[in-house]
């Protein structure tokens, strides 16, 4: 049985995993049968949003590891300790914890870091072949995450287009129901809700990403 590794960055749209997103890729990897393991990283979050109000909640702390175990019920475990030589490919849904947990893009934009155990894990499962799907603002790491020269897609965003063209990737516009296959280095994207306006329009998309990784796994 195939065996993905789903990497969650907390739980929330605005500082953490994008909880529609994470959950319609664990529906469709197990409408197909699939093995998965949640993994998170054992830090701190970067901040904490009031998802009411969309403002910083000052002086409020969080771990991305143990937020993320509310989206996957207990099932996450540290990334630290992820072994890619145990898993067929790797998802990573959107959220803007991908974007300030994962690596500090909404930060530093093209200037950007990873995560170190996230770009070790990355570089193991890009060094064996195996695919990567990226969702929503995920694919903004995708040239300091697995190499220059890859086609992704975050919809049609200019700004955070032109960040990933300006670190070396190649952005493609993609609409809210399709992907973009970079067959040469295996990943795939798909926009979600950098473009969804709805949680249908985001698993248009999502189905197709994940239908495309299990069939390249």
């Known amino acids: 049985m195939k065996n993905i590794a789903v990497i969650l960055s907390g739980s929330g749209v605005f500082d953490g995993s994008e909880i529609y997103e994470s959950v319609l890729t664990f529906l469709r990897l197990e409408h197909h049968g699939v093995r998965y393991q949640c993994f998170a990283p054992n830090i701190e979050q970067l901040h904490v949003i009031n998802h009411l109000t969309g403002e910083v909640a000052a002086g409020e702390k ?48 093209p200037e950007c870091t990873i995560n170190e155990d996230l770009l070790r894990f990355a570089h193991a499962i890009r060094q064996a072949g195996k695919p990567v799907g990226l969702i929503c603002i995920a694919p903004a790491m995708t040239p300091k995450l697995l190499g220059t020269g890859i086609r992704c897609t975050i919809g049609t965003d200019e700004g955070v287009a032109g960040a990933i063209n300006h670190m070396g990737g190649e952005h493609v516009n993609c609409p809210v129901d399709q992907i973009v296959v970079d067959d040469q280095h295996n990943v795939i994207s798909t926009p979600a809700y950098m473009l969804a306006g709805s949680i249908s329009e985001a698993a248009s998309g999502i189905n197709r990403l994940v239908d495309e990784v299990i069939k390249r796994a």
């Open 62 to 109: 969080r771990n991305v590891l143990v937020e993320a175990a509310r989206l996957a019920r207990g099932e996450v475990k540290d990334l630290a300790a992820a072994d890619a030589d145990a898993f067929d490919a790797l998802i990573i849904p959107g959220g803007f914890g991908a974007a300030k947990n994962l690596s500090d893009f909404a930060v530093n934009g």
